[in-house]
């Protein structure tokens, strides 16, 4: 049999905001939640919801209402850059000048300009999503060129499996790229957020330099497994 742990989702949220220093932002990623578990959490505080997908995020909206800000924070494939450009307030995980363009099309289509962070893949992994830190500068210069981007910041998940300390290096490489592109003063570009941190590690993240912290977990609890 499976054991319910209760949670209070307000309590979790209200630990967590006061835990944050000033200037942190707290986004509640939502994956796999009701829309009734989001809205505590509203409730409680949370003014930022970060989805990973698009279709989940349509049914969201529209369970929870107003009141809040939606950024997308999973692997956004073309295909749903139409939509996601008329749902999320900010795009989390631009990786390519590929995305780029498409957002830029369809965001010219919907007459916006979508905030985006540019994710950094600061663990060197192969296969995984985000820009080497190596090759951001020259996709941030890029992206600058597009009418229909605001570049405002960095987002890193780091490697999968490490725990907090194992996190460090890479959230502190991260933190040193965000303001060496800062320090550059690009046209257009407004390095302010700088996105790295989960329930395990947001401490960490927080003391090398994060600005906005993802968590679910701490939360809302366990997510089921499949
Ligand atoms: C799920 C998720 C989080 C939050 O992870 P927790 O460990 O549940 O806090 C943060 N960022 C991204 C991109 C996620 O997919």
Known sequence: MRYIIPVSIQDNVSAIL??????VSLVAAVKSRTPEEIQEAVAAGVAIA???FVQEAEAH???????I???FIG???KNK???AVNLFDMIQTVDSVELAAEIDRRAAVAGRVMPVLIEVNSGDEAAKSGVLPGECEALVRTIAQF???KVMGLMTMGPAGSDAEGLRPCFRETKRLFERIRALDIPSVEMKYLSMGMSDSYRVAVEEGAN???IGTAIFGERQKA
């Open 18 to 23: 006061s835990d944050l220093p000033p200037g």
């Open 50 to 52: 970060g989805e990973n």
């Open 61 to 67: 909206r529209k369970g929870v209402g107003g009141g």
């Open 69 to 71: 800000s939606w950024h």
């Open 75 to 77: 692997h956004l494939q």
């Open 81 to 83: 850059v139409k939509k």
């Open 147 to 149: 009418k229909r981007l």
């Open 212 to 214: 906005m912290v993802r």
